[in-house]
């Protein structure tokens, strides 16, 4: 699968382009909707995939969904969050954002196909209730939940630190050592990631 990084208009928010064959799919939609269509070349969007509910990664969201008629598809614990700027982070920085919402409420180890390849879903709360991970092959696009040099804030509606940690736990755990794709800054092995490196240590 094919993954393209686009960085968000404002916000530093980074948006990924999937695609496999001819279809595609496009994760926390908040960069220039010309440069998500250019990444998106002659595939076809499938779905609009969201990490979680804050505005900061949904900022194109309907535009892009009236444009192409992808399915948007978010956590069920994030599905109204998104919504009310109370909620979805806007109001905390003096906007007054929200979205229409979602077309698909998606779960934990839910499969999405796209084309030949797969797209797992894996439940990562804690920044929000809905946060998720999508794992594709070898990497795993995580949102705010985890960056190369720390992880998101909980101070937000609906976080909560010991779930978060909980969730940076469960990443730890694997045995495998996918290249993360974080909602902000660069990308890296997961095994590189200072919080995962931390923990990791704290339990030798």
Do not use: Q, W
Not at 2 to 23: M, P
Not at 33 to 47: E, F, P, Q, T, V
Not at 131 to 138: A, D, F, H, Q, R
Not at 142 to 150: A, I, N, P, V, Y
Request: net charge negative; with cysteine.
């Amino acid at each position: 699968m094919d993954i393209i990084k686009l960085n968000g208009l404002s916000y530093a928010s980074n948006t990924y382009v999937l695609i496999s064959g001819a279809d595609a799919a496009v994760v926390d939609p908040s960069a220039n909707i010309d440069d998500i269509k250019k990444a998106l070349g002659n595939a076809k969007l499938r779905y609009i995939l969201l990490t979680h509910c804050h505005f900061d990664h949904i900022l194109r969201l309907d535009s892009l969904r009236a444009e192409t008629s992808a399915e948007v598809c978010i956590h069920r614990a994030d599905a109204d969050m998104m919504k009310d700027p109370d909620l979805n982070g806007s109001a905390f920085f003096g906007l007054d954002f929200a979205s229409l919402g979602a077309d698909r409420i998606i779960e934990d180890g839910e499969i999405i196909p796209l084309g030949k390849e797969t797209i797992e879903v894996i439940s990562t709360p804690g920044h929000t209730p809905g946060s998720v991970c999508y794992e594709c092959g070898y990497d795993l696009i995580c949102g705010d939940t985890l960056f190369s040099s720390g992880y998101g804030r909980y101070d937000l509606p609906g976080g909560d630190g010991n779930v978060l940690f909980a969730s940076l736990k469960k990443l730890a755990d694997r045995r495998d050592d996918p290249m993360i794709h974080p909602g902000h800054g660069a990308s890296c092995a997961l095994s590189d990631a200072d919080i995962i490196r931390a923990i990791r240590y704290r339990e030798l």
